[in-house]
């Protein structure tokens, strides 16, 4: 509790302690001899300016100001009218428990606040770094990319940088709301924000502060409530029209009933009084943001960051969903997966193929000197000769080792079969004779699989995949995680036709979503009803264009997503119909004399506090 509301909660005590004293001598007739003279007025006046001098205070601040019909405006006007009409315990039994469903509110909305606030300690307040044999501690933001850092155990990550020296477990959960802690060594990654376990670590620089994964999430983080949701739009262009109209109409109510029937003035003021306790529009302005606040919050608990709550609505929406293959769905990292020899043995057609590919960087390269396990022996290979999209021919052993696609074998007339196997084939020949296949291929994902079928449990109804691989590598892989629709051989620009298409075929009240984390998927992302990216691995572009980002690259948490922001909507429209039903059904009663006071208060207070009740079930991750 914030030293405001404490200093809240007491002028509450107070004011209720003198009011419990008044109601119990009102009622037991020890206020009998004061009974119509300012001297009740006076007593009465001390609770009701000790808990509504903030209140009055802030409609007169508004009124001045040209902003006349608000909540403190209505407050005012009703207790002013009820003081004038000598129902002087209402006037403070309203002003009273109006500041009751004030503090309640304050302390959901800092409760629905910290699960996103937890986001904001992540920044680190110094780095070390070595000068002269010292650690000297400085300011993040003034140190260099390529500096080396050292990380103390227990301290957090200021930079993102790669470790030079030291081993240790981080700990990562205050970004990806993962609990089991990552092991760092020499020549891995690590990202700021996180925290350091047991062991010192050094780290080479990668990305000045301002670049860096803790800034970014930071300035996610806190431009997040500034998108709003259309039922949030909604709410407050209602409520903008809503007061002034429910204003006029108790005004309407105070004057014309007793100029057309005569008299009677005292009980028509006392109506429009009830009538605009009642109508404060509390339970609509603050459930219905804190439902969505409360929302955004439970997504980052579990390292899900929604850039705001018309983003959070979209996902309830979502009904198709779209994924990038390479990094998202699969590792992207190109492993021999299938060894098909023909006239030699596994063993040889593996080495001939690494010692052919010896010199090469290419990532087909490299994974089959990874299967081959062992170092190629480069007095044994000549000089490459590369035929541009068609593969390499080389002397290994003094023998001409061609090593290629179909297009290169056909290219030298060389008979073979061809291979149907999913992934990139690469074809082998000696001597001008077919030797073998090599089939290399992306591994997908562990738990890509069970991700998907999550999706479809929560409602999604078609998951697609795009690719630029080869047709036969990508029906391989959504074979094997169950996608629904595959488009292979596209460029970046083709991406976004597909998506187009897509969501040209969508109905009115559904959303597409795409899934990407490479830096050719951000005009894709852009496009989307909704963009997901992956925020570990993801190029700064495509975390720039998307609209929630995966800070562990988990698509498994998609799914869990759609189940918080559906669960959100469903708790704002609960709470919309609640409100303006009871409400509804309070005023006419109100009009018609029919509802006092105490039902009024009921009516705003009460509707407020179970309304705000309802909202903070948004907060929990299930």
């Known amino acids: 509790m914030t030293k405001k509301q404490q200093k809240m909660l007491v002028r509450i005590i ?36 000790i808990i509504g001098y903030d209140i009055i205070y802030k409609a007169a601040r508004n009124i001045s100001h040209g902003q006349i019909f608000d909540e403190n405006f209505l407050m005012m006007i009703a207790t002013f009218g009820a003081f004038g009409v000598k129902e002087y315990s209402e006037a403070v039994a ?19 606040r910290q699960s996103i606030a937890d986001m904001m300690d992540i920044c680190p307040e110094y780095a070390n770094v070595e000068a002269d044999g010292n650690l000297m501690q400085v300011d993040p933001d003034d140190v260099e990319v390529g500096s080396i850092i050292v990380i103390k155990p227990g301290e957090r990550i200021p930079l993102d940088g790669i470790v030079t020296e030291g081993e240790s477990l981080i700990d990562t959960a205050a970004l990806t709301g993962e609990s089991v802690p990552r092991r760092a060594a020499p020549g891995d990654e690590i990202i700021s924000g ?9 780290v080479r620089v990668s990305k000045v502060f301002d670049d860096s994964t803790v800034a970014r999430i930071l300035e996610l983080v806190e431009n997040a409530g500034s998108k709003k949701a ?32 005569g008299g009677g003035w005292s009980n028509w003021i006392q109506r429009a009084c009830i009538f605009l306790v ?23 608990r579990i390292g899900v960051l929604v850039k705001g709550s018309n983003y959070l609505e979209a996902v309830a929406q979502m009904t198709t969903i779209v994924f990038d293959k390479t990094g998202t769905l699969t590792k992207g990292e190109f ?33 089959i000197k990874e299967a081959y396990g062992k170092e190629p022996d480069l007095k044994r290979v000549g000089q490459a000769e590369e035929s541009a999209g068609h593969g390499i021919c080389v002397p290994v052993d003094g023998r001409e080792v061609l090593i290629g696609n179909e297009k290169l074998m056909k290219a030298k007339g060389i008979s073979f079969p061809p291979c149907s196997s999913g992934g990139t084939i690469v074809y082998v020949a000696w001597e001008r004779k077919y030797a073998g296949a090599i089939v290399i291929s992306d591994s997908v994902k562990e738990g890509a699989k069970e991700a998907i079928a999550d999706m479809k449990r929560v409602g999604v109804k078609k998951c697609v995949m795009l690719t630029g691989d080869r047709m ?9 995680l169950s996608i629904d629709e595959v488009h292979a051989e596209l460029l970046p620009g083709d991406k976004v036709s597909k998506v187009e298409e897509l969501l040209h075929a969508q109905r009115e009240k559904e959303r597409l979503a795409f899934v990407g984390d490479g830096i050719n998927d951000a005009p894709v992302l852009t496009r989307a009803d909704i963009g997901i990216a992956m925020g570990t691995m993801g190029s700064d572009a495509a975390i720039e264009a998307a609209d929630v980002v995966l800070m562990d690259d988990d698509v498994g948490k998609i799914a869990a997503v759609v189940r918080i922001s559906r669960k959100t909507l469903g708790i704002v429209k609960q709470n ?15 009009a018609f004399g029919m509802a006092n006071m105490w039902e009024a208060v009921f009516a705003d207070v009460g509707v407020s506090v179970l309304a705000i009740l309802n909202a903070m079930r948004a907060l929990k991750t299930e």
């Open 278 to 300: 009642i109508s404060c529009p509390c339970a609509l302005v603050i459930s219905v943001p804190l439902g969505f606040f409360g929302g955004i919050g439970a997504a980052s």
């Open 335 to 367: 492993k021999v997966q299938e060894i098909l020899p023909g006239n030699c043995s596994k063993e040889e057609l593996l080495e001939m193929a690494a010692l052919g590919e010896a010199y090469s960087n290419h990532p087909i390269a490299g994974s």
């Open 94 to 112: 309203v002003m009273l428990f109006y500041q009751i469903g004030e503090l309640f509110q304050g302390y959901a909305v800092g409760k629905s």
């Open 230 to 261: 259309k039922v949030e739009n909604f709410i407050t262009r209602f409520a903008k029209y809503y007061t002034p109209v429910v204003t006029v109409s108790a005004l309407v109510l105070a004057l014309l009933p007793p100029l057309i029937l």
């Open 14 to 49: 107070i004011s209720f302690a003198i009011f419990a004293v008044l109601f119990v001598c009102g009622h037991g007739g020890m206020l009998e001899g004061i009974e119509g003279t300012w001297i009740l007025f006076l007593v009465y006046a001390v609770p009701y300016l």
């Open 576 to 590: 919309i119909v609640f409100a303006l039903s009871v409400k509804a059904l309070v005023l006419i009663l109100g």
């Open 472 to 480: 036969q590598a990508a029906q391989a892989a959504a074979q094997a």
């Open 194 to 202: 996180c925290v350091n376990g047991s062991g010192t670590l050094k």
